[in-house]
C-alpha cells in the first residue's frame, strides 16, 4: 500500500523533516509512505489569505492521482485512537488504490479540497503548527501499521 501525504510547505525546519524521515523510513515493503510538498499560495499585505488558499487548493487538487482514497486531515474531522488507524490501515490496504492524506497550510484547507476527501480525520482539537503535523501523522501510520504487523513498537 502506498500512502502518499500531501502537505503544504516547502523548506520546513530540520527537525520537522528529521522526525518526518524518521518514521517514514520505517514504513517500507507493504506499507510506503511518500511524501509531496506543495508550494505555499503567496501571503502578503495585497494577497488576501483566501486567495492564497484557494491557490493551494487547485495545487493539491491536482497532485492527487486518479482513484485514490482521499482522507483530509482537518478540524472537524474524526478523532481515531491507534487501534482505529490500524483498523483504517488494514481496510485501506484491501482497496488496493493510492491513500492520499492532505495537510493544508496555514490557513487550512480550502472547501473543494475537503469536498474531494473521502474521510476527515482530525488529529487533535489543538490547532497544530501544518509542519508539525507531519512527524505526527508518520508516526501515527507508523504505530497503526506495527499494530497490524503484530509488532511489538505498540505498547498499550
Not at 18 to 41: F, H, V
Not at 94 to 119: H, P, Q, Y
Request: aromatic share 6%; proline share 7%.
Amino acid at each position: 500500500m502506498l500512502i502518499r501525504l500531501i502537505a503544504v510547505g516547502k523548506r520546513l525546519p530540520d527537525w520537522v523533516n528529521n522526525g518526518y524521515q524518521e518514521y517514514a523510513r520505517r514504513l517500507k515493503g507493504p506499507c510506503r509512505l511518500e511524501l509531496t510538498e506543495i508550494s505555499p499560495g503567496q501571503r502578503s499585505r495585497n494577497v488576501p489569505p483566501a486567495k492564497a488558499k484557494i491557490l493551494e487548493g487547485q495545487r493539491i487538487l491536482r497532485a492527487i492521482p486518479t482513484q485514490s482514497h482521499v482522507v483530509a486531515l482537518a478540524v472537524d474531522g474524526e478523532f481515531w485512537s491507534t487501534p482505529k488507524l490500524a483498523s483504517k490501515l488494514s481496510q485501506w490496504t484491501i482497496k488496493g488504490s493510492v491513500i492520499c492524506l492532505l495537510v493544508g497550510g496555514a490557513d487550512g484547507l480550502e472547501k473543494d479540497v475537503l469536498k474531494r476527501a473521502d474521510e476527515l480525520w482530525s488529529l487533535s482539537p489543538l490547532t497544530l503548527p501544518h509542519g508539525l503535523v507531519r512527524p505526527i501523522v508518520a508516526e501515527a501510520l507508523y504505530r497503526g501499521w506495527s499494530l497490524t504487523q503484530g509488532h511489538p513498537y505498540h505498547r498499550r
